[in-house]
């Protein structure tokens, strides 16, 4: 297994080009189970979780032609001949329940493993069978199994009961194929389902409210294949944003959009960072200290939970003591014991972390336990005196490409070693 050792106390300067966004890859490349014929997708990011979806929607019977280096990946549904996602598969990325929607929509019955919790606790998907059941598709549990029958599907007004990511891109990749009005009622506003709502007008359905908490969908069994650019990584953006906070320094984020960026933007500026938006993208220099600034994940436009983890370690180097709440997935912490052993003061009260800053960080030994866990602990490496070895960063290569390498273009001390 790989680990990451990392020298701290570099400051960053130069240019860090952000990579399309995994969460907005991966339902895209589900989208393209509903159509026969050939979808483009570019700006594809280098990542494990991009190639587990290939490998689940290759089981369905796609052909899928990829091009790494140039972000590009062409997928072929025309002779799609499973409705089974096994649990072997899913049980590694929960994305991969999104071929639930997919199935359902392309061929009107789908048998899509349980996704199962994940290392924060349990990720139930009752909005994403409830709101599938206002739609008219029967559904059975059995053996870990979701196994759905949709041939009395019809359109529908659902509400859901939270603005759940993942339920509405399910309940989306169904509700445009039905050729029938359907409305969704407290959505997810992310920029990630907008990219899926627009992916699904150009192949054909017609989509009112883009990017409300409502949306009107009128769907057709005769979606067309299109191209589609995935949009940038909003949380690879905000993590090399908070790097700078952490190492010092200034840096470009090349290709990052701050409209979607807003929250996260307004906090670092709170905290005393210098951002200026440009034709290129974000540029973000720290010069001085950190002010403690308190934060509370919300559904988006809202602070991101993927952002928690790095945003504790940035307030850890801050000057002063600040909160931060998870209220999206209330046991997202992992990280905040390994921070602790790199000398961070951090104590939990259920979901709220108080943070006593400022912490001269050293480098120890640490474990990643998460994707965003280990971006959190590569942040406070990147500040931490001394020599950093973080393990298990298998969870890193899930979601950020070319993480060292990316890096180390910039300034900081850091290298991959096999174990
Ligand atoms: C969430 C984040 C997303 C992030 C992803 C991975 C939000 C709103 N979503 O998406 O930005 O990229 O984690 O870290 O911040 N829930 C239910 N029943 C369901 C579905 C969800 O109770 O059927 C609950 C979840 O337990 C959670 C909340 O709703 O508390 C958000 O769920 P959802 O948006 O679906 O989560 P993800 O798709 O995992």
């Not at 952000?18 to 026969?36: R, T």
């Not at 938006?277 to 010069?287: C, D, L, P, Q, S």
Request: net charge negative; proline share 4%; aromatic share 4%.
């Amino acid at each position: 297994m790989d680990k990451l050792i990392i020298q701290g106390g570099h400051e960053l300067h130069g240019e860090v080009q952000i990579a399309g966004a995994k969460n907005a890859a991966l339902p895209l490349m589900a989208a393209s189970v509903l159509v026969h014929g050939t979808t483009e997708l570019s700006n594809i990011p280098r990542l494990v979780d991009v190639r587990t979806m290939g490998r689940v929607l290759e089981n369905l019977g796609l052909v899928i032609e990829r091009d790494e280096d140039a972000g590009r990946l062409s997928l072929n549904a025309t002779n799609l001949n499973s409705d089974t996602a096994p649990y072997e598969l899913v049980k590694t990325m929960r994305a991969s329940f999104y071929a639930l929607g997919a199935l359902i929509g392309r061929l009107g019955k789908a048998k899509v493993s349980l996704p199962g919790g994940c290392a924060w606790g349990p990720r139930p998907v009752d909005i994403h069978l409830k709101g599938l059941e206002a739609m008219g598709v029967t559904i059975d549990l059995d053996e870990g199994y979701v196994i759905a029958d949709a041939s009395r599907i019809h359109g529908a007004h659902f509400v859901l009961s939270f603005p759940s990511v993942g339920a509405t891109v399910n309940l989306l990749l169904v509700a445009a194929t039905i050729p029938e009005e359907t409305v969704l009622d407290n959505v997810a506003r992310e920029p990630e389902v907008t990219a899926l709502v627009r992916m699904l007008q150009q192949m054909g359905a017609t989509i009112e409210g883009t990017g409300s908490s409502t949306l009107r969908i009128v769907g057709t069994r005769d979606l067309k294949p299109i191209k589609q650019k995935v949009i940038a990584d909003r949380i690879e953006a905000g993590t090399y944003l908070a790097a700078v906070g952490m190492a010092g320094g200034e840096i470009t984020l090349k290709g990052a959009e701050p409209e979607h960026l807003t929250m996260v933007i307004a906090k670092a500026v709170e905290a005393g960072l210098h951002i200026t938006v440009t034709a290129e993208g974000i540029r973000v220099r720290r010069n001085g200290e950190l002010r403690p600034v308190d934060v509370e994940t919300a559904v988006y436009p809202g602070f991101a939970t993927d952002m928690q983890a790095q945003w504790i370690a940035l307030m850890s180097v801050a000057n002063g003591s600040s909160f931060v709440t998870d209220t999206i997935y209330t046991d997202r912490f992992t990280h905040v014991a390994e921070l602790i052993r790199l000398g961070a003061k951090v104590t939990m009260k259920e979901n709220v972390a108080k943070i006593q800053g400022p912490a001269t960080l050293k480098g120890a030994p640490v474990m990643s336990t998460d994707l965003r866990a280990s971006a959190c602990l590569v942040l406070a490496g990147l500040a931490a005196k001394g020599e950093t070895h973080i393990s298990r960063i298998y969870h890193l290569d899930r979601g950020y490409e070319r993480l060292e390498e990316k890096l180390r273009n910039v300034g900081a001390v850091i290298e991959r070693q096999s174990e």
